[in-house]
Structure formats: structure tokens, C-alpha cells
């Protein structure tokens, strides 16, 4: 079984930074893809920024210049820089991932960290 544990949310002011972490645990034998998505209230989940085994990142327009994602695979967890935050920022950022535990990939998700951007 495997389990994907964010933290590093909360509250912030405009303009403030917040780092996410990610960790994967279980039985993993590799990692895919990895990333975060948000889901603000009333609106659909959102990709955000992602990032593959090999380092290649894609990210957001809305937060492009501002955010960094990042991964150490030997602890299979992923990181979430975020500076220059903006109240439409505000939202519940999820982790997900591609892990491998036995023959095949199979898609994880996080249960969520709550990410406030307010004065």
C-alpha cells in the first residue's frame, strides 16, 4: 500500500512563500510522473506543476516565474516551492503520483493541504 503525505501548508500574506513536501511511502519500487494539482472552492482540481523521474518540469501559466517543483528520488518525495503568492493562490493543493510497487504503475493521490493566502 502506499501512501502520499503533504505538509507545509497554511496561512500567508500576499507576496509571502510557502514550501510544500510531498513523501511517498509503501512498497515502491519507482516513481513516474509526479506532482501537485489545487482545487479551489467551487471550481474544478487544476494541474499545477509537474515533473518527471528525470527532472523535466511543466507548470502552470498562473504560476510560472513563481513556483518551482522539485523531487529527490532516493526519498520519493517531491517539493513545491512557492513565493510571490497571490490570494487566487488560495487552495487545497494535492500531491499525486505514478508508483510502482510491483509489475505495473498505478496513480496515487494526497489527501490534501490547505494553502491560505490572505491579509
Known amino acids: 500500500q502506499v501512501q502520499l503525505v503533504e505538509s507545509g501548508g497554511g496561512l500567508v500574506q500576499p507576496g509571502g512563500s510557502l514550501r510544500l513536501s510531498c513523501a511517498a511511502s509503501g512498497s515502491i519500487l519507482s516513481s513516474r510522473i509526479m506532482g501537485w494539482y489545487r482545487q479551489a472552492p467551487g471550481n474544478l482540481r487544476e494541474s499545477v506543476a509537474v515533473i518527471t523521474s528525470g527532472g523535466s518540469t511543466n507548470y502552470a501559466d498562473s504560476v510560472k516565474g513563481r513556483f518551482t517543483i522539485s523531487r529527490d528520488n532516493a526519498k520519493n518525495t517531491v517539493y513545491l516551492q512557492m513565493n510571490s503568492l497571490k490570494p487566487e493562490d488560495t487552495a487545497v493543493y494535492y500531491c499525486?503520483?505514478?508508483?510502482?510497487?510491483?509489475?505495473?504503475?498505478?496513480?496515487?493521490w494526497g489527501q490534501g493541504t490547505q494553502v491560505t493566502v490572505s491579509s
Open positions: 499525486n503520483a505514478d508508483i510502482r510497487t510491483t509489475g505495473v504503475y498505478n496513480n496515487y
